[in-house]
Structures are given as structure tokens and as C-alpha cells.
């Protein structure tokens, strides 16, 4: 069984269309990879995400039955949800008011560990026997059932 953790971010002061531009490069990558990722993406909420991420790694090495490995650790979701909108008003010509909305996003990242692959070595032929392809009987192929002198 993979143990999962994740870690919110609320109230992040930016849209939460910006914000999953950003989540789309992380979603899926290794722990590692997608800090290296972050690290170099010109958004300003690159390094808000990088918090999240971090945060998120830290909630994972403190649950029950996490192996400790973090090279196994992996991006398993990542997503923006709008927050709430601040409402002001600007000034425009003529007595009149423009409304500016100033938006925020809430980040969510989960991260899970990585299940290990298990390999047969059993001597049935099957992968992991350490049979190559020569090695094994060729098999015969299928035929319709008809003969050549049915065919002509």
C-alpha cells in the first residue's frame, strides 16, 4: 500500500488559472525533479508551490509506515482552486468607478510514495529468468484452418 500526505496553501495572493499553469509542469514528476522544476520556472508562484511541495514532503516523512526513501516520492496531484476575491474600487473619468477584483488560489500538492516493482525469477520462461528470446522454443503460428489445396 503507497501512503499518500498532502498539503494545502490558502489564500495565495494570485488567479488560480496562473497557478495551475504552473501545477500542469509538476504534476506526475519525482519529488527531486519537479523541486529542480520549480526552481527554474520564471512565475512568481513557482516558488509558492515550491513551499507547498516541500510542505507536503514533510507531512509524508512524518506519517506511519512511510520507508523513508525519497527518491520513491512522486507528484501524485497537484491543482489550484480559486479563493476568495477582494473587491476594490478604482477611479475612472467622469465620476464614474472601475471595479478591480483581486484574485486569490488555493494550493493543494499530494505526493506518494512509489510502489515497488516485483519481479518474478521463477524458470517458466517468463521475464526475469535471464532467458533470452533464442533461447526459448520458437512457437508455432496460427493458420486459418484451410489448407494450400483449399486455397487454390
Not at 508562484?45 to 520513491?72: C, H, P, T, W, Y
Amino acid at each position: 500500500m503507497a501512503v499518500e500526505a498532502h498539503a494545502i496553501a490558502r489564500g495565495i495572493r494570485t488567479s488560480a488559472q496562473k497557478a495551475g499553469l504552473v501545477c500542469t509542469l509538476i504534476r506526475g514528476k519525482n519529488v527531486n525533479q519537479a523541486l529542480a522544476t520549480l526552481q527554474f520556472t520564471p512565475k512568481t508562484i513557482a516558488r509558492e508551490l515550491a513551499k507547498v511541495l516541500r510542505s507536503a514532503v514533510a507531512n509524508i516523512q512524518q506519517a506511519d509506515g512511510f520507508g523513508g526513501d525519497v527518491e520513491r516520492l512522486y507528484v501524485s496531484a497537484c491543482y489550484a482552486n480559486q479563493g476568495q476575491s477582494a473587491k476594490r474600487v478604482r477611479p475612472a473619468p467622469m465620476g464614474r468607478a472601475y471595479r478591480v477584483v483581486k484574485r486569490t488560489a488555493h494550493l493543494t500538492v499530494k505526493v506518494s510514495e512509489r510502489p515497488l516493482k516485483i519481479v518474478a525469477t521463477g524458470g517458466d520462461g517468463k521475464a526475469g529468468d535471464g532467458k533470452s528470446a533464442a533461447a526459448r522454443p520458437a512457437r508455432a503460428k496460427k493458420t486459418s484452418g484451410k489448407t494450400a489445396a483449399a486455397k487454390a
